[in-house]
């Protein structure tokens, strides 16, 4: 026990930019739920079993539009694509994990994928609990933030235009974060370029899923000089 606590606390500070973020953005969609007649219950359940920022603002429109099941399934796949490729690349790393490997799926976010693929714990903590903590507590501030956004929904209006750039500036702290931490800044620069090129090619709302496509290609094929070069 005294030794998943010590994990625990080794856990926390990595997770406090993270904190920042879902705080706003978590408050942001409660506030949105909120605002369409929905209790504050809606949001814990929402954030607890659904847990997906993005495909939760989106569900917040499936709910007050026509029932179609077909077209929520094929706009949830195409909003969470990405965590395809963010799963084939921790297959090494969550082996082996067993109770804790289902929750590890279920709550690996982009957020927490990051830190997941970051964060260094010392040699002494147990790193399968060090990574389930990361996801517990992370997944905690979304459901405690939810709510609360949804409770103050419910007192108060709002003005949210803009909160949800709070999250653009937590992953580029975290990219910073890793470039410092990190001497091989190959795969930093495949990420970036290949976004970019991306981008330009496909536009705005469809370069995610070929950018993703596309590094994943790259490693592929530099695996072994980047591992090297590591």
């Not at 007050?64 to 929520?72: K, R």
């Not at 804790?100 to 693929?117: A, M, N, Q, R, V």
């Amino acid at each position: 026990m005294q030794h998943k606590l010590k994990t625990l606390k080794c856990a926390f500070p990595y997770t406090l930019p993270v904190l920042t973020g879902y705080l706003f953005l978590g408050i942001a969609f409660g506030i949105l739920l909120s605002s369409k007649g929905y209790h504050f219950g809606w949001a814990l359940l929402m954030s607890t079993f659904i847990y997906a920022g993005s495909m939760q603002f989106v569900a917040v429109n499936l709910l007050i539009s026509a029932f179609n099941p077909l077209n929520a399934f094929l706009i949830a796949l195409v909003v969470n694509a990405r965590h395809i490729f963010y799963g084939i690349s921790l297959l090494k790393t969550y082996k082996g994990l067993g109770a804790l490997k289902p929750y590890l799926i279920f709550g690996l976010t982009d957020e927490t994928y990051s830190l997941i693929c970051s964060a260094r714990p010392p040699e002494d903590v147990d790193k399968r609990y060090f990574m389930f903590f990361i996801t517990l507590l992370n997944h905690s501030y979304w459901v405690i933030a939810s709510a609360i956004g949804a409770i103050l929904g419910a007192l108060f209006t709002f003005n949210t235009e803009g909160i949800d750039f709070v999250m653009t500036a937590l992953f580029v702290v975290i990219f910073i974060d890793q470039w410092k931490s990190q001497k091989n800044h190959i795969p930093a620069l495949i990420g970036v370029g290949t976004s970019v090129v991306c981008l330009l090619i496909f536009g705005p709302d469809k370069f995610i899923i070929p950018s993703m496509l596309c590094i994943l290609i790259s490693f592929a094929a530099l695996k072994d000089r980047i591992e090297r070069k590591a």
